[in-house]
């Protein structure tokens, strides 16, 4: 299994409203990642996960609350969010050892928040 | 930080003729540099990456060259062709450890056939 894998792919909420966002990838890589991307925008970094411990937040509101179960999974707890936080939000993972330098992404969740 | 800067922003080329982008980093630590194609709506995906040890690579249409003491790194795409017509972006970061790829801003190449 080479693939990132996220759900939903869309996803329309209030801003009075809690929501999940989910990433999964078997490939054993320790590192995993949440970006937002604006549209014609390059992805932004929002957090790190490297074996499982966050490693980097840059900053990002606190209405956005990353969670790491297990090495496989990565979760993104939305609550509260504003109209501009609706983006392409991409799940990556990456292997920490020097033989290997790639992100894979997955396909992302289109979020729209009304 | 790093900070990566791209250029053109947009790219008109008629179809079968050359591509090319270019990128330039701040951070002389970075020794990793991928580049990343996007068609709308769709993911971010690898098309080719270059090690600071390596000073060209090819892959088929397309070769990406890296100047270490100037800092930059180009994309070239040979003979191209409408599907290439998409985002592409330039990133770079420093390998090992979980870390963080910098994006430059994005070149929208539009291939007319």
């Known amino acids: 299994d080479t693939e990132v894998t996220q759900t939903p792919k869309h996803l329309v909420m209030g801003m009075t409203n809690k929501k999940s966002l989910k990433c999964e990838q078997h490939m054993g890589h320790r590192a995993m990642y949440w970006y937002k991307q604006k549209a014609k925008k390059p992805p932004e970094l929002m957090f790190v996960y490297s074996y499982e411990k966050l490693s980097i937040n840059e900053s990002v509101p606190s209405r956005f609350s990353p969670e790491c179960p297990n090495s496989s999974l990565l979760n993104l707890h939305l609550h509260a969010l504003q109209p501009e936080d609706s983006a392409l939000y991409l799940c990556?993972?990456?292997?920490?050892?020097?033989?290997?330098?790639?992100?894979?992404f997955g396909s992302g969740t289109r979020l729209t928040v009304v | 930080g790093e900070n990566v800067e791209q250029h053109p922003s947009t790219l008109s080329v008629q179809e079968g003729d050359s591509a090319v982008i270019k990128c330039t980093y701040s951070d002389s630590a970075s020794n990793y540099f991928p580049w990343y194609k996007q068609e709308l709506g769709k993911r971010p995906q690898l098309i080719i990456d270059i090690r600071s040890n390596v000073g060209e690579k090819k892959d088929q249409r397309i070769a990406v060259t890296l100047n270490k003491t100037a800092k930059h790194f180009s994309l070239h795409i040979t003979e191209t062709q409408p599907e290439d017509s998409a985002v592409y972006f330039c990133?770079?970061?420093?390998?090992?450890?979980?870390?963080?790829?910098?994006f430059g801003s994005g070149t929208q190449l539009t291939v007319l056939p």
């Open positions: 990133a770079a970061s420093i390998t090992g450890s979980a870390r963080q790829l910098t």
């Open positions: 990556a993972s990456s292997s920490q050892g020097r033989g290997n330098y790639g992100y894979t």
